[in-house]
C-alpha cells in the first residue's frame, strides 16, 4: 500500500490527488487500526464467545477517534475539503476492511477447534 502512495506522484506528477499531510493520515490511521486491532483481539482470546462484540466494540472506537480527527483538521487546515474527505476515506475503508479480514480470520480459526 505504501508502494502504490509513492509511486502515485511520481506516474502523475501534474494532478493533485493527495493532499499534502497525506502521511499524516495515514500515520494516523495505521496506528489507530492497530490499536482497534489488538482492543478486538484481546477481547476475542479472553471470551471467544463475545468476539463479535470486541469486533464492533474497537470498529466504534477507532470510527470516533476518525470523526474527532476529521474534525480537528478541517478546523486548523485551509486546503481543499473534497480531497481530503477522499483521501482520508478512502484510507479509512482500506485499513478498516483490512482491519476485518485479520480479526475474521482469527474468529474462522477459533470455530475450527
Same mark, same amino acid.
Given at each position: 500500500?505504501?508502494?502504490?502512495?509513492?509511486?502515485?506522484?511520481?506516474?502523475?506528477?501534474? &494532478?493533485?490527488?493527495?493532499?499534502? &499531510?497525506?502521511?499524516?493520515?495515514?500515520?494516523?490511521?495505521?496506528?489507530?487500526?492497530?490499536?482497534?486491532?489488538?482492543?478486538?483481539?484481546?477481547?476475542?482470546? $479472553?471470551?471467544?464467545?463475545?468476539?463479535?462484540?470486541?469486533?464492533?466494540?474497537?470498529?466504534?472506537? $477507532?470510527?470516533?477517534?476518525?470523526?474527532?480527527?476529521?474534525?480537528?483538521?478541517?478546523?486548523?487546515?485551509?486546503?481543499?475539503?473534497?480531497?481530503?474527505?477522499?483521501?482520508?476515506? &478512502?484510507?479509512?475503508?482500506?485499513?478498516?476492511?483490512?482491519?476485518?479480514?485479520?480479526?475474521?480470520?482469527?474468529?474462522?480459526?477459533?470455530?475450527?477447534?
Amino acid at each position: 500500500m505504501i508502494g502504490i502512495v509513492v509511486l502515485i506522484p511520481q506516474i502523475l506528477p501534474a &494532478s493533485d490527488i493527495l493532499v499534502p &499531510s497525506f502521511w499524516l493520515i495515514f500515520g494516523f490511521l495505521g496506528g489507530i487500526t492497530y490499536i482497534a486491532y489488538l482492543l478486538a483481539h484481546i477481547g476475542i482470546h $479472553k471470551n471467544p464467545e463475545a468476539g463479535v462484540v470486541a469486533i464492533l466494540g474497537s470498529v466504534i472506537v $477507532k470510527l470516533i477517534f476518525c470523526m474527532a480527527f476529521v474534525l480537528i483538521y478541517s478546523i486548523k487546515a485551509k486546503e481543499s475539503g473534497l480531497l481530503f474527505i477522499v483521501n482520508f476515506f &478512502s484510507l479509512y475503508l482500506l485499513f478498516t476492511v483490512f482491519e476485518m479480514y485479520c480479526l475474521l480470520r482469527n474468529l474462522r480459526h477459533q470455530n475450527l477447534k
